[in-house]
């Protein structure tokens, strides 16, 4: 179900009064001949229906209603909703006569569509501002740790490789299925936030999650020590984490861990560091990072099949860049990409047909030039080379051979756009195209 972001002047109004007035409750999103996801998502065509209720003076006999929208991204195919009658104190929804809205496929994801709902019964009229969500917003980041910067650190860097998300330091417990991702940052002892087990904040988590969501939890106590002693909520199932120690104050470095999505990456640390949790992967989780000098587990990512999250004892944000793929944006990129939330866009897809089109790049992350090996259909007529950056601009044609077989075939970029210019280091994206199937590859520029 998805709730409208409802900008309704009706509430302000005289309740003891004797006139007609409506609040637009929320807008509700009927998918069930789309995806079923309660989202209205780009390509997608939905039902829609608003709960209304009487908040005046004086009944409704014959409410009409229309919604409308300039929104380029938006088409209503069906405006009109009938409500008849609409009791003093009453709420109605107009689930017998819907609305009918489209999302154009080239939406943005999380995109907010502004529209009108406008209401009449004979002299009666009002004009009701509500937003529709095309899609999901990429994250949000909670970030109730006392020492905010982390989690500032976190936010601004998924900004700033193309995801849009919002921050906050309360969690939106009754909209987190907005979000794709929900990033959860609660510090270090002993300036740390301790997530209650009773909490409403801990059953919109577990909830969030087990409907399919992604998380990402970071703190020094929220394993171990909160469980054990402070009433915090135990995390460590749902995360397929197994916490064996309170820890001392000996954090860092970190290595990633090889064949898992922090192969080569190597972190030394400048965050807060005290009592910082050991955590070690069981059950689907798996170990993505590790203290080398100390020796213990401190990070766990799990695919549980329905849902996915990311476990650390340590603050990501308090992480120190350094060079190739041990970057914080390049983490939190991978982060992302094992979440399967797609960069702004761009899509990385690495799935087709056995046999018919591959696509490689290497080296991967790359200085001066990255290989692309790739092998087409012998019947493939046409077929295109682009490069994208991370916020889906287009950087780079590259030219292709004249020839097309099944034998195993090269070409390269030299890391310059279409002008002959250097493009800056980050994470950019090898896209081929033939008439009816398309791959694309994320590959890293590192200076």
Not at 307 to 316: A, P
Not at 332 to 353: A, C, Q
Request: net charge negative; aromatic share 12%.
């Amino acid at each position: 179900m998805e709730t409208a972001e409802v900008f309704a002047d009706d509430f302000e109004l005289n309740y003891n009064g004797s006139e007609k007035y409506l609040a637009l409750l929320e807008t509700i999103i009927n998918d069930i001949g789309g995806n079923g996801n309660g989202y209205l998502d780009p390509g997608e065509t939905s039902d829609l229906t608003a709960a209304i209720r009487n908040i005046g003076g004086a009944n409704f006999t014959n409410l009409n209603t229309t919604i409308q929208s300039s929104d380029p991204y938006l088409t209503i195919t069906d405006n009109a909703g009938y409500f008849g009658s609409l009791l003093i104190d009453s709420t109605k929804e107009n689930t017998s006569d819907p609305y009918t809205v489209y999302a154009s496929p080239s939406s943005p994801d999380g995109h907010p569509a502004l529209c009108q709902l406008i209401a009449t019964d004979g002299s009666f009229a009002d004009t009701i501002d509500f937003t529709i969500i095309i899609g999901r917003i990429h994250y949000y980041v909670w970030n109730p740790d006392p020492t905010p910067g982390p989690g500032e650190t976190m936010h601004s860097t998924l900004g700033s490789i193309g995801y849009t998300g919002n921050y906050g330091l309360t969690l939106p417990t009754s909209d987190l299925g907005y979000y794709s991702a929900v990033f959860v940052c609660v510090g270090i002892y002993a300036n740390n936030y301790i997530i209650g087990a009773s909490s409403a904040e801990a059953t919109a988590l577990v909830d969030y999650v087990n409907s399919g969501g992604r998380m990402y939890l970071e703190g020094g106590d929220v394993w171990y020590y909160d469980p054990l002693s402070q009433g915090g909520y135990d995390f460590g199932s749902l995360f397929g984490i197994n916490a064996t120690a309170d820890g001392t104050s000996d954090a860092g470095p970190f290595a990633g861990q090889s064949g898992t999505f922090t192969t080569g990456m190597n972190f030394a640390y400048a965050g807060e560091n005290s009592w910082m949790d050991h955590i070690s992967p069981t059950g689907t989780g798996f170990l993505i990072f590790y203290d080398t000098d100390n020796a213990y587990d401190c990070g766990v990512a799990n695919d549980a099949g329905t849902y996915r999250t990311v476990g650390t004892s340590f603050e990501l944000g308090g992480l120190v860049d350094g060079s190739g793929v041990s970057t914080r944006a390049a983490l939190l990129d991978s982060i992302m990409n094992f979440f399967g939330i797609s960069l702004v866009g761009v899509e990385e897809v690495t799935k087709t047909h056995a046999g018919i089109m591959t696509l490689q790049p290497y080296p991967n992350p790359f200085r001066d030039r990255v290989e692309i090996q790739y092998t087409l259909p012998s019947n493939t007529q046409q077929v295109q080379f682009k490069i994208f950056d991370a916020t889906g601009r287009l950087v780079r044609n590259l030219l292709l051979p004249t020839a097309y077989s099944l034998v195993p075939t090269v070409i390269s970029w030299d890391g310059q756009d279409a002008s002959g210019t250097q493009v800056a280091s980050g994470i950019y994206f090898v896209q081929m195209q033939t008439e009816n199937q398309r791959l694309v590859k994320k590959v890293i520029l590192v200076e």
